[in-house]
């Protein structure tokens, strides 16, 4: 009897050893590894500025430099995070800032990686404000965007803004337009709802205000249902936006790959600056399989002509609006800038303290594959990252190789 209870426990015994190695393995094996020869998917989120990545697809560009590409349209920004890091996508038309939000636990779980190979676009985001607003702030103007917001929320007990991810470049620009605006950020609500559910939550009354990128905010003002209060371009004129985010594993497996990607994808974004290309740009991305919004929009805000809604006539942007390359300033995956932001996680309190920012950017960009890139293709890199810059309209000097020294004075 003894004998028998002494096999039962070593059975029992070495079951669980092999349940936790089964266990053990699964958590450590990458359920999607990259496969060599496999097509590389790329996923996008319907917005505008995913033209580079769409348009490679379309004019052919992934299959003239040897590549595979399949794209996918995503739901959310946490949808392409989550893709990313297990591997289900190889890469995506991403938040710039994401990267640095999930890697320091602000937007995702601290210490998970993504690399960002290049940039994609600057410019073109906005925020819109609901008609409530109409009449009472106008188009750029800023000194009269706190006060209208006290009366509504004397009368109405709550004002909720909406961005789309936290730490996101929509989450930063919303909270620096607050800044500028001397709105006390603890006193409204911030949600985060993904880019094209946005102008239907506006619709039914879930916010009063928004930022995310185009169409959305000139999908709005065709609607009828708010306007455009300041483009993303007037708080910071050649602001980043995407990038090419990959997973960390393809990055290291499929380098040879990646670079015929991101030289697809930069041929895309020389001919995306072609004025005379935007036309038929508009009316692809604008289809259903991609943006899914009307094509005039989209060519409107695409060529810098903005129709601002409430009765405010139009905006056109000279050099200033949805740019992909400008003669190859635009590509550059600064590092200057990604420190920047890390600071503004530290300024708007998502982190108590301030990060080790050098070093996660040396992580997470691949500033020299891109320089490979773009001397393969002769196109100039630019000789500015990690000098002292200033936005638009925050003249606030921003000094990457100290970001203490800016937080001690920048406004909350």
């Not at 600057?122 to 000194?143: E, H, P, R, W």
């Not at 810098?304 to 390359?325: A, K, P, W």
Request: some cysteine; proline content about 5%.
């Amino acid at each position: 009897m003894i004998q028998t209870k002494k096999n039962i426990n070593t059975l029992l015994t070495s079951l669980m050893l092999v349940m936790c190695v089964v266990l053990f393995s699964s958590f450590k094996t990458n359920p999607n590894p990259p496969i060599a020869g496999e097509p590389i998917k790329l996923g996008f989120i319907p917005l505008t500025d995913c033209s580079p990545i769409v348009m490679a697809k379309e004019l052919g560009l992934f299959k003239k430099y040897g590549v595979e590409v399949v794209v996918t349209k995503e739901t959310s920004w946490a949808n392409v995070r989550d893709k990313i890091l297990t591997g289900e996508l190889d890469g995506a038309h991403c938040l710039y800032t994401m990267p640095f939000s999930v890697y320091t636990g602000v937007g995702g779980k601290a210490g998970s990686e993504m690399k960002i190979a290049m940039m994609l676009n600057v410019n073109g985001q906005a925020i819109t404000l609901s008609n409530d607003f109409c009449g009472k702030v106008g188009f750029k103007q800023m000194n009269k965007v706190t006060p209208v917001v006290a009366a509504k929320l004397k009368a109405e007990k709550e004002v909720t803004f909406a961005m789309t991810f936290p730490g996101g470049t929509h989450d930063l620009w919303l909270r620096n337009w607050m800044s500028l605006a001397g709105l006390n950020q603890k006193a409204v609500k911030i949600i985060t709802i993904p880019p094209p559910q946005m102008v239907a939550n506006m619709k039914v009354g879930n916010m009063d205000g928004y930022c995310v990128g185009e169409p959305w905010g000139g999908v709005a003002v065709k609607q009828g249902i708010g306007f455009t209060q300041i483009a993303s371009q007037d708080i910071w004129k050649d602001h980043p936006e995407k990038a090419l985010v990959v997973n960390k594993e393809f990055s290291e497996t499929r380098r040879e790959d990646l670079k015929k990607v991101m030289k697809a994808i930069l041929e895309a974004c020389i001919w995306l600056d072609n004025a005379a290309n935007r036309k038929k740009a508009a009316a692809i991305i604008g289809k259903a399989p991609y943006v899914n919004a009307p094509a005039d929009v989209i060519e409107g805000r695409l060529m810098g002509d903005y129709n601002l809604g409430c009765n405010q006539g139009t905006e056109v942007y000279g050099d200033d609006y949805m740019l992909f390359y400008k003669g190859g300033t635009v590509n550059y995956p600064r590092k200057s800038y990604a420190i920047w932001a890390m600071a503004q996680f530290v300024r708007f309190g998502y982190l108590k303290e301030e990060p080790n920012y050098k070093a996660i950017a040396d992580k997470l960009i691949m500033q020299d594959l891109y320089e490979e890139v773009a001397k393969s293709m002769k196109v100039k890199i630019p000789t500015d990252d990690m000098k002292p810059f200033s936005l638009t309209m925050d003249k606030t000097v921003f000094n990457p190789a100290n970001p203490s020294a800016y937080l001690k004075v920048v406004k909350r």
